[in-house]
């Protein structure tokens, strides 16, 4: 059998069902391998695009998306989606062609070190050089991509190994169970929470993963602590929830920033610095912190803990519940019942009006009207990103997508694509400004092609609105017309 049959075949055992990619000549021997099996390939218009497409699949099923590409400059293509799929958490595996092995040591036609290019933005990633490694390469590509806190992986295989004879059977999955919290540190958050008048929670992207979504509204509902979550936490508890104080992410002061000024204590739960940099919510570095996390806290002078817990969030939140429970840890609401009022307030005052303007908060208004509380929204970057994060309520977790660690523009089209595969059952709706709209155009082809039915907006002010807005905002003016 191919060493390309092998990975087909160990692509079916971890449950792929798709692969999006550009096909290329490098990469044709595993593509005729993926044609008898039972995955289907979806050519993309663009390699960023296919990239795009499997980082949203990995957001929303938890399970690896998967690229593939030829050597070059399909593989340079690949990087965006890759670099957003590394800052995002979102797991994904790459699969790109490559030259002969007789050829790649030297200089050759396309041929560029795609290994050492990939390896600031995947967790791993490696060459198979050799066909007795396929398996293992396969196997670890996927574990690690799914693992905690997940990421992108890669592989690069050479044409001529490809199509060499291999005699191996593909590595079957296990289940591997996460750690559980330790009982110290679960105490000196518990001693802190008691110590504590006006706590809050900050919920960030892991708040939306595994089941702590469902722990965290438990942990909610039983001590009245009040929850803000990130632009890429959202809907970790629903915003119907009177515990809820929407988003924190405009770097701009904003509603959220007076409760997070009046609490003494923030719990964050599966938060990462890049969604939303600390110095904006803890300028003064004083504020006490608990770090609920798969991963401990990074090194940062406005975010240093008071107590780690580190373990699966889900069975940190489950064993906090059950402490909490245990001391009766119940809070006053009356300090940011009014602020939550006044929010709705101030989200209600964009809603159109007979004869108005169309405007970015009033058409997402219109949008959330017309969508159930599981479907799918997903938002490209720019000016309207701003205004998905801060008035588009959520309902459900990860049914909002924001790419908020790399930003990327030209994310929600082809993302659009892997929401309605993943979520057929589902509306699915992508909002964005012509600038975004137009990287990634072509994949609307690719849509119609395969038959994913999906609605798409693009919010049209002949602009980089964002750009313009923050160089307004410094300087009072914009650098040229955009």
Known sequence: MKVSDIIVRCLEVEGVKYVFGVPGEENEDLLFSLERSSIQFIPARMEQGASFMADVYGRLTGKAGVCLSTLGPGATNLITGIADAHLDKSPVVAITGQGSSARIHKESHQNIDIVNMFKPITKWNASIQNPQIVTEVVRKAFKLAEMEKPGATHFELPEDVARMDCRLEPITPRRVRRAAPDYKAVNLAVELLKQSKIPLILAGNGAIRKMASKHLRQFVKMTNIPVISTFMGKGAISDR???????????????????????????????????????????????KIIHIDFLPAEVYDYYQPDVEIIADVSGSL???????????????????????????????????????????????????????????????????????????????????????????????????????????????????????????????????????????????????????WKQTSSYGRTSEPT
Request: glycine share 10%; hydrophobic share 40%; with cysteine.
């Open 318 to 468: 489950w064993e906090m519940n059950r402490r909490v429970g245990e001391e009766k840890l119940i809070f006053d609401s009356s300090w940011y019942a009014p602020l939550r009022e006044c929010m709705q307030r101030d989200f209600n005052s964009y809603i159109l009006q007979e004869g108005d303007k169309f405007t970015a908060p009033g058409v997402l208004h219109i949008i959330r009207e017309f969508m159930r509380p599981g479907d799918i929204l997903i938002s490209d970057v720019g000016s309207h990103k701003m205004w998905v994060g801060r008035n588009y309520p959520v309902y459900e977790p990860n049914s909002v997508l924001i790419s908020n660690g790399l930003a990327s523009m030209g994310i929600a089209l082809p993302g659009g694509i892997a929401a309605k595969l993943a979520h057929p059952e589902r509306q699915v709706v992508t909002v964005m400004g012509d600038g975004g709209f137009m990287m990634n155009s072509q994949e609307i082809e690719t849509a119609k092609r395969i038959g994913a039915g999906y609605t798409i907006i693009v919010l049209n002010d002949n602009n980089y609105g964002l750009v313009s």
């Open 241 to 287: 929830d009177e515990h809820s104080l929407f988003s924190v992410g405009m770097q701009a002061r904003d509603f959220p920033m007076s409760a997070i000024d009046r609490a003494d204590l923030i719990i964050a739960v599966g938060y990462d610095i890049a969604e939303y940099a600390p110095e904006f919510w803890n300028p003064s570095r004083g504020k």
